[in-house]
């Protein structure tokens, strides 16, 4: 149990058009979804914290109007870049927990953006 | 400073060698994690710790809540081990979220 979903796996989009990724918890109720951010060789950066029916809190430093995070449902929480640039190019993971359980990852979704 | 200390950063090692990665941390937690990323990208959480040592196949994990340290030990390593390997810690006060390593890459060589 407990499986994590990731869509697309890879996208590769033009500069100026927008990416929405979706993260999934296919067999469990996820009260509290992450989303992170990963460069090469470096670690998981920590871009947001969704609950369920709640505004995301964005960590500092995050633009919220440039990744928008939308957690509709126990199960499904989306992420959409705006405006992508090239900047933005980076490999998305989330993670979805519920209560205080550890997470659990999705196998992340990697973004190019021409 | 990082609330989590990893090392080493790279690691290399013959198969078959015993390995050892630690984790430092500056922070009270509710439960210290140990991910393994392989080179795709997808993570695997591999052991959850608040106290004393979990056993699983080869992978032996230990934790000293008194002098805030983990040990990931891989017996008997192989090449399907080479990933990274991140410890990542949660916190009474911040939900569920974790702070993490920044990962020790290993490479076991045939």
């Known amino acids: 149990g407990a499986v994590v979903s990731q869509h697309p796996s890879w996208v590769i989009c033009k500069s100026g058009t927008s990416v929405k990724i979706e993260c999934r918890s296919l067999d469990f109720q996820a009260t509290t979804m992450f989303w992170y951010r990963q460069f090469p060789k470096q670690s998981l950066m920590l871009m947001a914290t969704?609950?369920?029916?709640?505004?995301?809190?964005?960590e500092q430093g995050v633009e919220k109007d440039k990744f928008l995070i939308n957690h509709a449902s126990l199960t499904l929480s989306t992420l959409t870049v705006t405006s992508a640039h090239p900047e933005d190019s980076s490999f998305y993971i989330c993670?979805?927990?519920?209560?205080?359980?550890?997470?659990?990852f999705g196998p992340g979704t990697r973004l190019l953006v021409l | 400073k990082n609330e989590v200390e990893q090392s080493p950063q790279n690691l290399t090692a013959q198969e078959g060698e015993f390995i050892t990665i630690n984790c430092s941390y500056s922070?009270?937690?509710?439960?210290l994690h140990w991910l393994q990323q392989h080179p795709g990208g997808g993570i695997v959480s591999l052991f959850m710790?608040?106290?004393g040592k979990k056993k699983h196949g080869r992978l032996i994990a230990t934790i000293n809540i008194q002098e805030k340290h983990s040990s990931l030990h891989i017996t008997a390593s192989h090449p399907r081990d080479s990933a990274v390997y991140i410890c990542a810690v949660g916190t009474p006060n911040t939900g569920n979220q974790f702070y993490f390593g920044t990962g020790t890459s290993l490479t076991v060589i045939p």
């Open positions: 710790l608040s106290s």
């Open positions: 993670s979805a927990s519920r209560g205080w359980e550890t997470q659990y």
């Open positions: 969704s609950n369920e029916g709640s505004k995301a809190t964005y």
């Open positions: 922070v009270g937690i509710s439960a």
